[in-house]
């Protein structure tokens, strides 16, 4: 073992041995089929018999018209809990890079306040509502959630590079009447300033991890636009403005795709990536299922968890391993949301069981 590995496997040995006795903790389909099967009630409580969420529904009212915003915040409290448990074992450098990583929870909250102060909802909004990972994100989104308006929300914006994105996004707003116009933009700004943020906060194996982790997740947000805008009919400049400006592994097809006249020829220019085995599923389910495009994102998730997976089961010392869990966590977060709140609102589970993503 080179003296680096030597560095490695000392900084982070004990984190990975907590994660991986987790990992083994992580439900799995015959779980989630238990919780499908059973009632909404039944399935709240057996849950709370898995280690990780232990008494986490004290007081949720299935009967509440806010149950499925409580459900969220209560999942996600969980999730971020054990994620700063753990996090304090992990060298510095990842820890501040993880961190920031962790900031989608402040991204989602800020896209609800946004959402509401566009329709105009005359309910208040409570910051007490949704799980936000710092101080400082709670007090921003507590001042921009007493504005009336959207151009006064970004007026008492705190973070720079939000800033920046909402004043770069607020005309074409104006112009489409959408908020979506906005959403898209701080998620651009987001993977944007995360990327960024690899090269001065890690070196190393960790770099070239987190580069891989991210840039995949990058390259599939980026492939799900340019189909989405093909099968919409966008024309290669409206596509553009939703793309994230980094190009991990997709190289020139990137432009051959986008310019592409149709979802079958960007399919095809898509071909030529490493990403090829998902592009001919995503092609083959499209064709099933008469030119629709409902099941991509759940094709794509599965992609990426696979390929997690895959990259995990090699040298296990570096950052990857804890970004990998937090991400089979939010996969599974996303999975429970789902199945409870089928059920609470009476939805097919036909309906949650084609949306679950599963780690095989």
Do not use: C
Not at 58 to 82: C, G, H, I
């Amino acid at each position: 073992m080179r003296l680096g590995q030597i560095t490695e496997a000392k900084e982070y040995s004990f984190i990975n041995a907590r994660i991986k006795a987790r990992k083994g903790q992580l439900l799995t389909a015959a779980d989630y089929e238990r919780l499908l099967s059973s009632t909404l009630n039944e399935g709240l409580t057996n849950l709370q018999d898995s280690p990780r969420y232990i008494n986490i529904f004290p007081s949720l009212d299935p009967e509440s018209s806010n149950f499925a915003l409580n459900l969220e915040k209560l999942l996600d409290e969980s999730l971020y809990n054990e994620i700063f448990t753990l996090i304090k074992d992990t060298p510095n450098k990842a820890r501040k890079f993880i961190e920031f990583y962790l900031k989608k929870s402040y991204i989602r909250a800020l896209k609800h306040i946004i959402r509401q102060i566009h329709t105009k909802e005359t309910e208040s909004i409570s910051i007490e509502d949704f799980f936000v990972a710092t101080s400082d994100e709670k007090t921003e989104l507590i001042i921009i959630s007493k504005t009336e308006g959207i151009e006064e929300l970004i007026q008492k914006l705190q973070t720079p590079w939000v800033i920046k994105s909402m004043r770069s996004a607020f005309n074409e707003y104006i112009h489409q009447e959408s908020v979506l116009v906005l959403e898209n933009a701080l998620d651009q700004a987001f993977y944007e300033q995360l990327w960024q943020y690899i090269i001065p906060t890690l070196d190393g194996r960790d770099r070239k991890v987190a580069q891989k982790i991210i840039g995949m997740e990058i390259d599939l947000l980026n492939m799900n636009m340019i189909l989405r805008g093909k099968v919409l009919n966008l024309s290669p400049d409206e596509i553009s403005n939703q793309l994230i400006s980094i190009n991990y592994r997709l190289g020139s097809t990137l432009t051959l795709a986008k310019q592409a006249s149709s979802f079958s020829a960007a399919v095809d220019g898509l071909q030529d990536t490493v990403y090829s085995d998902l592009i001919r599923a995503i092609n083959r389910d499209y064709k099933d299922k008469k030119e629709s495009i409902a099941n991509m994102d759940q094709l794509q998730q599965e992609w990426f968890i696979q390929a997690l997976l895959t990259m995990l089961a090699g040298y296990p010392f570096h950052i990857g391993t804890f970004l990998s869990y937090i991400i089979f966590r939010f996969k599974e977060i996303e999975n429970l949301r789902i199945i409870f709140e089928t059920k609470w609102k009476g939805i097919d589970l036909k309906f949650a069981r084609e949306l679950l993503i599963y780690f095989k």
